[in-house]
């Protein structure tokens, strides 16, 4: 499964949503751990649970509410474990197979080609359970949706499948149902119907997500010039909501590596990974952002800023891969 479609997917899933309630868990306990889920303070949340769960926990709220915070501070073994045993216990519970179909996705993309299979199953597998549980979910429609567009048809990829979901979803909500079509045009190689779908909607238009997905797909047949030119359109499209304002920064981060691959419009890379970095809410990119935007220094023959950027990187940076391209540089 392709890792910028599947992490941007991921990103996506409602990271505000409610824990389920356990009439054993005081509620003051609940209400701490959802604030600080609504503020993102995974760790402060992680704190208060650690010391009340254990091997012997059979609580399905604790167990859920740990592995969740455990799965946003990318813990995913301990994640995935501790939401598999509160599906066991509480396996009507869909946010609970949400969370758990969530940390099985994002297993699969680290995973070797040999156990990904096998985590995405049961991530395919989650996010059914979890729409069989609460039918007119539209989160967990887009979630199984995505999947299904996604995912190879070995995994569960299924086309039309994913096209039934879409449907279902823009009855709820027109925009996210338009945008799941429009992906699984995209992912079905079908560009004439996808560009003929976005001509038709005038939702879509002033949107950044088709540019975006048009930049991916050109990026992917290394037409860094034509990807270039849509991920700037899409990070003009300025939108209200989170999902759309992911999409654009997703955008800038692409426009500047794109910028890198194709050695030209340096400077048009530079100021869209600048912004990108400043804005700070995707920091699973930012090493990687900060190593192109080295690049492009470099590019400029500006290579004491580059070095700015490299030295400290280097020392904090926790990406192997990454640490062996800086090092070619220094």
Known sequence: MKRIA??????SFGLNAQPGQSTAIPTDLQQQVTALWQQQQFAAAKVLLADKVNRKTKDAWLLAALGR???ELGQLEVAEELLAKAVKIESDNGRYQFWYGRASCDSAQQASMFSALGYAKRCRKAFEQALQIEPDNSAYLKALGKYYAQAPSIAGGDKEQALTIAARLAAQDPLQGQLLQLEVLFSAEDSAAAEQFVQNSELLQSRPEPYFMRGIKLAQSRDYLGAMAQFSKASEKRVEDEGGQRSRLLALYQLGRASVLAKTEPQQGIAALT???????MNDFNDWAQFRLSQLYLAQDQRAQAEAILTPLLASTTDDNLKSEIKKIL
């Open 6 to 11: 599947l992490t941007a997917l991921l990103l």
């Open 69 to 71: 915070s455990e799965l």
């Open 275 to 281: 912004e990108f970095l400043a804005d700070g809410r």
